[in-house]
């Protein structure tokens, strides 16, 4: 099991003068991070724009530097590196690419001076293989927040944790740190209170359960605490029951989150360029 990996996501040092910022390298270093927790090994990619401009290059676009001739020479050799790699591994799970980069964007890329849709003028020569963003990987750590009052609860929870866990995601799951009928009955529930707010905070994405005739209120308060810190929320609703002729659900909750149906619909938001679970 392996992934394609823009070289400068593993070597900043590859980038162009002055464009790599402390955020991309914590970014960079979030992605490895979770391809070490997972067990997936990164392949660097060649770099053609360091063999054609050298390092210590100044920023550029492809129409101004890389729109010739030479380069396309250099991109024809680079990507049968690469099929050969392909040849004798297999084919990778996905690439891992940088948006902008005029030779590994993703979904944007800077072909002048401006930014159009598409993939850099490498990745294009994979159209075969799934490409993801490095923000977009980056984000992998989820809170998973829903009822656990029942054993029919907490069931489903864990299916819909096995389903994001088998995905690459990193998970915290309330019911699995203690947070049951049992310690809440030891008069810890300021303990309980601290842990949970705690992994919220280090989360990426909230993912909240909110089956029912009104969404559980601990479950209401996660979502809204993380809708105002920034967070993506994702609700997930298998109850088929409206609460009106165009809500799901409360419509606080709806408007502050994206509301899927299955919980399969959750990896389709969470990294919508790949299909990992088939």
């Known amino acids: ?14 980038r162009a003068n002055g464009i790599t910022s402390a955020e991309d390298v914590r970014i960079f270093s979030r992605c490895l991070k979770r391809c070490e927790s997972f067990g997936i090994e990164t392949v660097p990619l060649p770099c053609p724009e360091t063999e054609y ?6 920023p550029t676009n492809f129409s101004e530097s890389l729109n010739n001739a030479e380069f396309s020479e250099i991109l024809d050799e680079r990507e049968k590196d690469v099929r050969e790699i ?4 297999g084919l990778p799970l996905f690439i891992l690419g940088v948006d902008s980069s005029p030779s590994c ?4 890329t800077y072909y002048s001076d401006i930014k159009i849709p598409g993939r850099g003028a490498f990745l294009s020569r994979f159209p075969d293989i799934p490409a993801i963003d490095v923000k ?21 929870n864990l299916k819909v944790a096995k389903i994001l866990r088998d995905n690459y995601c990193e998970v915290f799951l309330p019911q699995e740190h203690g947070d049951d009928g049992e310690e809440r009955a030891d008069e810890r529930m300021r303990i309980i209170f601290e842990r949970n707010l705690s992994a919220l905070e280090e989360s990426d994405i909230v993912v909240a359960v909110i089956d029912g005739a ?18 993506k929320v994702i609700s997930l609703r298998t109850d088929f029951r409206t609460v009106g002729d165009c809500e799901l659900v409360n419509l606080m909750l709806e408007e502050s989150s994206a509301v899927v ?12 360029a790949l299909n990992l679970n088939g």
């Open 261 to 272: 149906s299955h919980p399969e619909d959750i990896l389709r938001i969470i990294m919508p």
């Open 214 to 231: 009104d969404a559980d209120s601990g479950t209401a308060w996660e979502m809204g605490y993380a809708y105002a810190k920034g967070k």
């Open 86 to 89: 392909i040849r004798g591994r």
């Open 53 to 58: 401009l050298g390092l210590g290059r100044e």
């Open 1 to 14: 099991m392996y992934i394609l990996v823009c070289p400068c996501i593993i070597n900043p040092s590859l």
């Open 136 to 156: 977009e990987f980056a984000e992998y750590r989820i809170y998973l927040a829903a009822p656990l009052f029942s054993q029919a609860e907490q069931e489903f």
């Open 105 to 108: 964007g993703v979904d944007m």
